[in-house]
């Protein structure tokens, strides 16, 4: 009987600190870039939006609601890993040693970006399905025009899907708890990025180039615009592989690189 008071007692010690990480790394992450896009409009650096229609006041509150929601089951599933180690289900290398050394260490990052984004790819045409498209991601594509604050406004059951993925992976792959924290860096960056409707990819970044297979902000909001191409999250692997990239994704990607910034105040008002 005394598990439970024990297992209540850890919640309430650690649970928090999960609570606050995981909500100061989307607060952080999509503040900065929201502030990078409107200092980069008030000097007139860079391309203008994507998009030719703006998001609305309620567009940011609808999609921090749904953040912050998220967040909260983020931080449910963070600290079920946590117990889960704590209880020995799951064993956490802590040493470079006890992981295998740095080859290995590289080698599950590298391991652990390739199977999100397997992950991610196959679960969200699942979720574009008609099973699954009303009860779980329609919420997401409320977000016609995203902005970086779109990037964990979720419906519960998508919000679930994609925190399990690392419980998952760590049940099947002892990972050392720097890769862990740089993969969710990562992945909070490429979020934010992905949804931040303006493109500062470089040309590098375009489909034949050195770059080319990395995706771009340009390669997800032709996802959020049309709700058909475009699945992939790093990667543009498994949209060629499966014919779901596109068909204008190149021309569109050169389009939003040289799409001219409408007048910036600092501008107009030199003019």
Avoid at 199 to 223: K, S, V, Y
Avoid at 255 to 261: G, Q, S
């Amino acid at each position: 009987m005394a598990v439970v008071p024990s297992a209540l007692e850890l919640f309430l010690r650690v649970w928090p600190a999960i609570f606050l990480v995981d909500l100061g790394q989307y607060v952080v992450a999509a503040a900065v870039m929201a502030l990078l896009i409107l200092v980069a409009a008030w000097l007139g650096f860079g391309p203008g939006p994507i998009q030719a229609k703006r998001p609305k006041g309620r567009d940011y509150s609808r999609e921090i609601g749904l953040s912050l929601r998220s967040v909260l089951i983020f931080s449910l599933n963070g600290f079920g890993i946590y117990a889960a180690m704590e209880f020995g289900l799951v064993a956490i290398p802590l040493t470079v040693e006890a992981a295998g050394g740095w080859v290995a260490i590289v080698a599950t990052f590298i391991g652990i970006l390739l199977a999100h984004d397997a992950w991610f790819y196959w679960t969200h045409r699942l979720m574009h399905g008609p099973a699954m498209w009303r009860r779980v991601h329609q919420a997401h594509h409320r977000s016609h025009v995203p902005t970086p604050f779109a990037a964990y406004a979720f419906g519960i059951g998508e919000a679930w899907v994609q925190a399990i993925f690392l419980p998952l992976f760590l049940l099947i792959v002892p990972t050392h708890p720097g890769v862990i924290s740089l993969f969710m860096l990562v992945m909070i960056v490429r979020n934010v990025m992905g949804h931040a409707g303006v493109e500062f990819h470089p040309a590098i970044f375009a489909p034949g180039r050195a770059l080319g297979w990395l995706t771009t902000t340009t390669h997800h909001d032709l996802h959020h615009q049309t709700g058909r191409w475009n699945f992939g999250f790093y990667f543009t692997f498994w949209d060629r592989l499966m014919g779901t990239e596109h068909p204008d994704y190149a021309q569109r990607f050169l389009e939003a690189r040289l799409r001219k910034r409408p007048l910036g105040a600092q501008e107009a008002a030199t003019r």
